[in-house]
T-cell receptor, first 112, second 113 residues
């Protein structure tokens, strides 16, 4: 069974600060997705990375896939209250095209 | 392009009853995956259906079952409900091919009393 560990579990920061969330595994994933979820709603896909070492930017969010495709990070620059939510990483398994493994998530609170 | 639609949004059931949840995927998507989300366990994979066949299955008891129809719509059924089944049930739609992106519905909040 492939597992994904996210850290930190909780993060509370002031508006304007920078932060990084990590997603680590001992297993190799064929792809990795980052989602953001608000209470009572479904996760919303932010990005998919598939190539080791790949870096993708989405406005103030920067996503990186590790060279060995075992880990990923999400960096937010100048966080805003609207960034508040649960951030989830999910890894696509090498042997099952239709199955993803999710991390436990990082709950981010950005205070104005 | 319409997103993933889950019905109903909220449901209250009594212990011992059964429940059926519905998921309509994005048009053209052939894969539907179901997840259970609880505060203590996070997102747990239930099963995935692709072209009307269950392709992957998580570690849930047989009380949890599902099916997929020819139009790719999927239903999930939970029989003999237990208090611990209270959760947000999410379905995800994708093309079902390698490294495909999954898009989630808003979920069904099930409360068992």
């Amino acid at each position: 069974t492939q597992l994904l560990e996210q850290s930190p579990q909780f993060l509370s920061i002031q508006e304007g600060e920078n932060l990084t969330v990590y997603c680590n595994s001992s297993s190799v994933f064929s792809s990795l997705q980052w989602y953001r979820q608000e209470p009572g709603e479904g996760p919303v896909l932010l990005v998919t990375v598939v190539t080791g070492g790949e870096v993708k930017k989405l406005k103030r969010l920067t996503f990186q896939f590790g060279d060995a495709r075992k880990d990923s990070s999400l960096h937010i620059t100048a966080a805003q209250p609207g960034d508040t939510g649960l951030y989830l990483c999910a890894g696509g398994e090498n042997t099952n095209a239709g199955k993803s493994t999710f991390g436990d998530g990082t709950t981010l609170t950005v205070k104005p | 392009k319409a997103g993933v639609t889950q019905t109903p949004r909220y449901l209250i059931k009594t212990r011992g009853q059964q429940v059926t949840l519905s998921c309509s995927p994005i048009s053209g998507h052939r894969s539907v995956s179901w997840y259970q989300q609880t505060p203590g366990q996070g997102l747990q994979f239930l099963f995935e259906y692709f072209s009307e066949t269950q392709r992957n299955k998580g570690n849930f008891p047989g009380r949890f079952s599902g099916r997929q129809f020819s139009n790719s719509r999927s239903e999930m059924n939970v029989s003999t409900l237990e208090l611990g089944d209270s959760a947000l049930y999410l379905c995800a739609s994708s093309t079902g091919t390698w490294n495909t992106e999954a898009f989630f519905g808003q979920g069904t909040r099930l409360t068992v009393v």
